[in-house]
């Protein structure tokens, strides 16, 4: 009974450790202006929040929220993973370089896809 009372406890104690834990953050330097940025935020139906230069815009599936630095440059943040969906609406895809980082393929600019070298063999 005492192992099983033990167990429980540390099962909670396991739980509330990862209920308390920090989401997962994700950052990206992008090349958009501000009147970008808040016709995207707009177009997403999500509220605008303006601390010059920083603007945030909170969407009902996240929070993106970008510093910029000049007219067109900005380094925005945003909790959860790197390339999700709702982000990329606000502030757009990531350069063909980080979208090849790790693949066994390559972005071209422009569009497209480059297959790697690879034995196919045709029958």
Do not use: H
Request: with cysteine; hydrophobic share 45%; charged share 20%.
């Amino acid at each position: 009974m005492s192992k099983t009372i033990a167990l429980a406890i540390a099962v909670t104690a396991f739980a509330g450790l990862v209920a308390a834990a920090p989401a997962q953050a994700a950052t990206r330097s992008v090349d958009i202006s501000i009147e970008r940025f808040v016709d995207r935020c707009i177009e997403q139906g999500g509220a605008l929040a303006d601390t010059n230069p920083s603007f945030s815009c909170e969407t009902p599936d996240t929070v993106v929220a970008c510093s910029f630095y000049t007219i067109n440059y900005a380094e925005c943040a945003w909790d959860g993973i790197e390339n999700q969906l709702a982000v990329n609406r606000i502030i757009g895809m990531p350069d063909s370089v980080a979208l090849n980082e790790g693949s066994g393929g390559s972005v071209k600019k422009g569009g497209g896809f480059k297959l790697p070298d690879l034995p196919i063999k045709w029958k």
